[in-house]
């Protein structure tokens, strides 16, 4: 099973500041990775697919990198609506789920 | 608009069965792959099955392998998950989930239901 890791559990940020989440995979899972947005009372929302490819209306301040096992989504200047908990997904063997990161106000 | 709306839950015992439905609408069903997403109270998000367009592939986690059950119905439009043997590990929000791709393991889940609280207890 492909494990996959998130750190830091928990990011406190400012308002307007930039957010950096890591996304760490057991073994290589190429490109095929996604993020997920999760409020609370809410179903996860697509934010990023393939890696590095925006969901259809998301805003372009998400932006995702990486391949193979290390990956990073980064949120450029964090809005209210943005503070959350976050999840990565890997889709090349079976589906496995990162732990995820909590996004709290500074 | 796509919709997703999950039903079938409750409390049950342990070692009881339960099924549950989801029920789309707003796109083209049998285009698609489907899966069953849980997370239990306060928890992340754990994959439990997914099946493909035509129920030709389906997988499963390790831990509901041999229990649990999914399948699709094109014609309706609909998603099931007949759970068998459940325990109390299994008390969750199980969440119905549309694929980008017709089969599995290609692509990821791009639209949620709200899903659906299953509750195993004595």
């Known amino acids: 099973e492909i494990v996959m890791t998130q750190s830091p559990a928990t990011l406190s940020v400012s308002p307007g500041e930039r957010a950096t989440l890591s996304c760490r995979a057991s073994?290589?899972?190429?490109?095929?990775l996604a993020w997920y947005q999760q409020k609370p009372g809410q179903a996860p929302r697509l934010l990023i697919y393939g890696a590095s490819t925006r969901a259809t209306g998301i805003p372009a301040r998400f932006s995702g990198s990486g391949s193979g096992t290390e990956f990073t989504l980064t949120i450029s200047s964090l809005q209210s609506e943005d503070f959350a908990v976050y999840y990565c997904q890997q889709y090349n063997t079976l589906y496995t789920f990162g732990q995820g990161t909590k996004l709290e106000i500074k | 608009e796509v919709q997703l709306v999950e039903s079938g839950g409750g409390l049950v015992q342990p070692g009881r069965s339960l099924r549950l439905s989801c029920a789309a609408s707003?796109?083209?069903?049998?285009?698609?792959?489907m899966h069953w997403v849980r997370q239990a109270p306060g928890k992340g998000l754990e994959w439990v099955s997914g099946i493909s367009w035509n129920s030709g592939s389906i997988g499963y986690a390790d831990s509901v392998k041999g229990r649990f059950t999914i399948s699709r119905d094109n014609a309706k439009n609909s998603l099931y998950l007949q759970m068998n043997s459940l325990r109390a590990e299994d008390t969750a929000l199980y969440y119905c989930?549309?694929?980008?791709?017709?089969?599995?393991?290609?692509?990821?889940?791009?639209?949620w239901g709200q899903g659906t609280l299953v509750t195993v207890s004595s």
């Open positions: 989930a549309k694929d980008m791709s017709e089969t599995l393991f290609a692509a990821n889940a791009d639209y």
């Open positions: 073994q290589s899972v190429s490109s095929n």
């Open positions: 707003g796109f083209t069903f049998d285009d698609y792959a």
